[in-house]
């Protein structure tokens, strides 16, 4: 797909999903934005990585969850390369936990970082996308804000209220041609897989009707598509990229 001339602002870009996504807008041609929380290291080799497909990219430390810190993020990028096309909202954070035993703090970071943060995002880059009539957001949910799991209330809410953000503003949007739409991943081969008890990943693969763990680029892929001109019709859609757990 070809973003040249475009922009992307990507939350979360510094390792695993977040890192193939500014990979494949790279690809495409679009200049890059990335933000991080901590990994400054990561983040730095992700954006030099962008740059060695021919892309303009640059690194920026960010808390989503800080409405000043959005604000400079969309602004340096606003700055650095004049606009900005796409948002992806993959920033999250897990702190896992059965209800009767969850902290208050966890709930309160989940859906700081996955929800406020999102909804934050989208707020700061709403009217400069409508003012040029042009705007693709992508917002990565999960399976598990489709179908919920044991142990992870606040993910799961976290990551269905994104869901039903991504419905309304794409109602909200559409008139000015910007569109609006979530992917949610299924169990994808990261760092947090890899270190699992060989018993427990052999269960999860039970689950999956392909039989296999998802690749983080194959969700960069689903996307990249939807933060395309080919998907300019599709606004208000959860693609679930899970290797058919969700059917």
């Known amino acids: 797909m070809n973003f040249t001339g475009k922009t992307a602002v990507v939350t979360g870009g510094s390792r695993g999903i977040g890192r193939a996504i500014c990979l494949e807008l790279a690809r495409g041609g679009a200049n890059v934005m990335l933000c991080y929380a901590g990994n400054e290291e990561a983040a730095l080799d992700t954006a030099a990585a962008c740059e060695a497909l021919g892309a303009k990219a640059a690194a920026m430390r960010c808390d989503v969850s800080k409405t000043d810190e959005v604000k400079a993020l969309v602004d340096a990028a606003l700055q650095q390369f004049g606009a900005v096309h796409i948002l992806v909202n993959n920033a999250g954070i897990t702190r896992d936990g059965l209800l009767m035993t969850m902290k208050e703090d966890a709930w309160d970071q989940v859906l700081d970082t996955n929800l406020k943060g999102a909804f934050l995002t989208m707020k700061a880059v709403a009217r400069t996308m409508m003012k040029q009539r042009y705007g693709r957001i992508v917002n990565l949910s999960s399976v598990v804000g489709l179908h919920g799991n044991a142990g992870q209330v606040?993910?799961?809410?976290?990551?269905?209220?994104?869901?039903?953000?991504?419905?309304?503003?794409?109602?909200?949007?559409?008139?000015?041609?910007?569109?609006?739409?979530?992917?949610?991943?299924?169990?994808?081969?990261?760092?947090?897989?890899?270190?699992?008890?060989?018993?427990?990943?052999?269960?999860?693969?039970?689950?999956?009707?392909?039989?296999?763990?998802?690749?983080?680029?194959?969700?960069?892929?689903?996307?990249?598509?939807?933060?395309?001109?080919?998907?300019?019709?599709?606004?208000?859609?959860?693609?679930?990229?899970?290797?058919?757990?969700?059917?």
């Open 154 to 247: 606040n993910y799961a809410a976290s990551k269905a209220g994104v869901i039903g953000m991504t419905k309304s503003l794409a109602k909200e949007l559409a008139s000015r041609g910007v569109t609006v739409n979530a992917v949610a991943p299924g169990f994808i081969d990261t760092d947090m897989t890899a270190a699992l008890p060989q018993a427990a990943r052999d269960a999860l693969l039970s689950t999956i009707p392909t039989q296999r763990l998802g690749a983080a680029e194959e969700v960069a892929q689903a996307v990249a598509f939807l933060a395309s001109d080919q998907a300019a019709y599709i606004t208000g859609q959860v693609l679930a990229v899970d290797g058919g757990m969700s059917m």
